[in-house]
């Protein structure tokens, strides 16, 4: 990955996840600034990471080959419209905004950016999220590839063509940690019923959702369907488990909140 200058603006939870996983793949962090207001608490970034700080959103953007618009979706018009004597025609402009399309963030800049919109989700914090992409069609290949490489930096990554695209990648990644979540609760409830105490419960489910997890990663030529045949005997305990899910329609219940999911994300737009 080549080591422009980068430039965050905001240095909350998602910017702190990405600049700590750049400067552990090796990103030199005096390349780095991240600019915040002086009483946020993440002032100590300097000291903790060796990058620059500052809270001069417009020096440090003047100064920036590429911009990551960090900051809550509510802040961003007024970000924006502060920066307006920002040259924005030979910077990359990466926003992890969620919900806001390319052409509100170009109306709130006052002119066209160069501009790569993502959706990160909420494992990225812990290095494991997953990320949908989008490029305005006048990203050049080098700065897809650098937009890539930044968010390769906290999971996985996967470009979409087209930017409605975008609420796919929230109904099956965005938004997807709290099915697990909510599944895995259910799952920790009657364990406890069964007469487990709570920690013990959660390790028991959190443990095989991982382990689960790490299977289908392991072996991506196996279908998910021949995965879990191979761990259902037949007149077993999981046959019997997965008799009442499917009883249930479980396909059909996960179709339908995904679908609302895509809805939600239409209607916000
Ligand atoms: P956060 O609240 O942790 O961080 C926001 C940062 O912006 C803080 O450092 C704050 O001090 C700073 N800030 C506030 N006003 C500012 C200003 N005027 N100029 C510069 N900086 C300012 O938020 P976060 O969780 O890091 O989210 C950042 C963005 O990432 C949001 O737009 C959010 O939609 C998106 N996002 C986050 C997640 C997630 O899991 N946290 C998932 C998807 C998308």
Not at 132 to 156: I, K
Request: proline share 3%; aromatic share 4%.
């Amino acid at each position: 990955m080549e080591h422009r200058a980068l430039t965050f603006i905001g240095a909350g939870n998602m910017a702190r996840s990405i600049i700590a996983g750049l400067i552990q793949s090796g990103y030199p962090a005096s390349a780095i600034t991240a600019a915040s207001p002086s009483a946020s608490p993440n002032s100590g970034l300097q000291a903790e990471l060796g990058i620059q700080t500052t809270a001069d959103n417009l020096a440090a953007c003047q100064g920036a080959e590429v911009v990551v618009l960090a900051v809550k979706p509510q802040l961003m018009a007024q970000v924006l419209a502060s920066l307006t004597d920002v040259d924005w025609q030979n910077k990359l402009v990466i926003s992890i905004a969620a919900g806001i399309h390319a052409d509100r963030l170009m109306a709130m800049a006052g002119t066209k950016l160069n501009l790569v919109r993502v959706m990160p989700n909420t494992p990225s914090l812990v290095g494991q999220g997953m990320s949908g992409l989008y490029a305005v069609p006048t990203v050049s290949n080098e700065d897809r590839d650098y937009a890539g490489a930044l968010m390769q930096a906290v999971g996985e990554i996967c470009w979409v063509n087209q930017e409605s695209d975008i609420n796919g990648v929230i109904a099956a990644a965005g938004s997807a940690p709290a099915y697990f979540f909510r599944f895995m609760e259910a799952m920790q409830q009657e364990a406890m019923q069964q007469g487990f105490d709570d920690h013990t419960a959660r390790r028991l489910v959190q443990q095989a959702a991982l382990g689960a997890a790490q299977m289908v990663v392991a072996n991506p030529d196996i279908g998910l369907g021949t995965l879990r045949e191979q761990v259902t005997s037949k007149g077993g305990t999981t046959a019997e488990a997965l008799r009442v899910f499917d009883e249930n329609r479980i396909g059909d219940i996960v179709a339908q909140a995904m679908q609302a999911a895509v809805s939600r994300a239409e209607q916000m737009e």
